[in-house]
């Protein structure tokens, strides 16, 4: 992973909202955590709620103010769902902010989560670079505190750890007619196509194949169903054909 990412609670109102938000972030990988406190929280109250995240609690950091939470970054992004004169006129998804993060190769990068009532202030936002809006219907758009956290280090999480992923790609054309081949002539030799051809049920297939975009291995495991179907098949017809007669050894 490249750049360190700093979670930063400002003002947070709830000790419980703290300790959920400690685990929300070792879900993800992350454990620096600064907090820029605006009252009194109980500390008893955090733990219980950062349950197995307690280790990410007690390496906590406590600030006298934001701007001695974010002085080493290089980086700083905002989370609010609230745009305007004096706050910022742009605001990136969850996903674009995780790319921008990813690109940065040194460095702490800061993410802010404001109060759980009034968010960040307009000065708090003017600290960072940019802001951030987790999308949301309108009818009622403010996250839990943890839950806003959980969904942005998610998306960092993905961003920053693509590289350990396997990649997917959908078969290509030529691949989902190699398959379709296989599937209809497995249907063919156990009889199914009485109302239906071949080709039509095959028309019916691609069009399911190529819309689930399979991937190679979940092709050739189709494949390979579908060819064992055939094969049973071809097995239970010889066992039921009647033997051939011999006229010397079985006279009529």
């Known amino acids: ?18 300790g959920a938000v400690c685990r929300a972030m070792k879900c993800m990988g992350f454990g620096t955590l600064a907090i820029v406190p605006g009252e009194i929280l109980d500390p008893r109250r955090a733990r219980t709620l ?6 990410v609690l007690d390496r906590a950091t406590m600030h006298a103010t934001l701007r001695d939470a974010i002085g080493d970054a290089v980086f700083v992004a905002g989370t609010t769902r609230r745009r305007g004169r004096n706050r ?7 996903e674009q902010l995780a790319q921008r993060i990813a690109q940065i190769r040194a460095g702490t990068v800061a993410v802010l989560f404001g109060n759980e009532e009034t968010g960040l202030t307009d000065d708090e936002l003017a600290l960072c670079n940019v802001a951030v809006t987790i999308p949301a219907t309108p009818r009622f758009p403010s996250l839990n505190l943890s839950h806003a956290v959980q969904v942005i280090c998610y998306e960092i999480f993905r961003a920053l750890r693509a590289d350990h992923l396997t990649p997917f790609s959908p078969i290509g054309a030529d691949a989902v007619d190699d398959l379709v081949g ?28 190529a819309r689930a975009g399979l991937s190679v291995n979940e092709s050739r495991r189709l494949g390979v169903v579908f060819g064992k179907i055939a094969g049973l098949a071809s ?13 010397e050894t079985n006279p009529p």
Request: net charge positive.
């Open 1 to 18: 992973m490249g750049s360190d990412v700093r979670i930063v609670l400002v003002r947070p109102r709830d000790a419980g909202n703290v």
């Open 50 to 55: 950062a349950h197995y995240a307690a280790d």
């Open 88 to 94: 910022k006129y742009f605001t990136f998804f969850p």
């Open 182 to 209: 296989v599937i209809t002539r497995s249907l063919s030799s156990i009889g199914f196509f009485t109302q239906v051809t071949p080709d039509q049920m095959g028309v019916f297939f691609k069009d399911i194949i």
């Open 235 to 247: 097995k239970n017809r010889a066992r039921a054909a009647p033997e051939a007669i011999d006229p």
